[in-house]
Nanobody, 126 residues
Framework: DVQLQASGGGLVQAGGSLRLSCAASGDTLDGYAIGWFRQVPGKEREGVSCIASSDGSTYYADSVKGRFTISSDNARNTVYPQMNSLKPEDTAVYYC???????????????????WGRGTQVTVSS
């Protein structure tokens, strides 16, 4: 089984940038899609971005398109979402999760992820 460790959260002013990390252990990233989700108190966890190891395809929620970029470093077994032009509404706990790629396409949904890491808090001040 793969274990995931998210890090890189913190406090940043609006317009600033942060780079989160999702480090995998126990297995390589090959064969997994890695997704990032975020959640604020009282709201459902929502998908932010995802990258598939099979073909490198990426997905972004409309709310972060043009501001967030997700990439994968297979040598470090780590996935990085680079978050630019941050807004106060980006404030949330961010989680990374892995889905085993079974050859039927990535289902980027909370209930379809196979493994979860602990979250990291991102706070954007106005």
């Amino acid at each position: 089984d793969v274990q995931l460790q998210a890090s890189g959260g913190g406090l940043v002013q609006a317009g600033g940038s942060l780079r989160l990390s999702c480090a995998a252990s126990g297995d390589t990233l090959d064969g997994y899609a890695i997704g990032w989700f975020r959640q604020v108190p009282g709201k459902e966890r929502e998908g932010v971005s995802c990258i598939a190891s099979s073909d490198g395809s990426t997905y972004y929620a409309d709310s972060v398109k043009g501001r967030f970029t997700i990439s994968s470093d297979n040598a470090r077994n780590t996935v990085y979402p680079q978050m630019n032009s941050l807004k106060p509404e980006d404030t949330a706990v961010y989680y990374c999760a892995a889905q085993i790629e079974r050859g039927v396409g990535v289902r980027f949904m909370v209930g379809a992820m196979d493994y979860w890491g602990r979250g990291t808090q991102v706070t954007v001040s106005s």
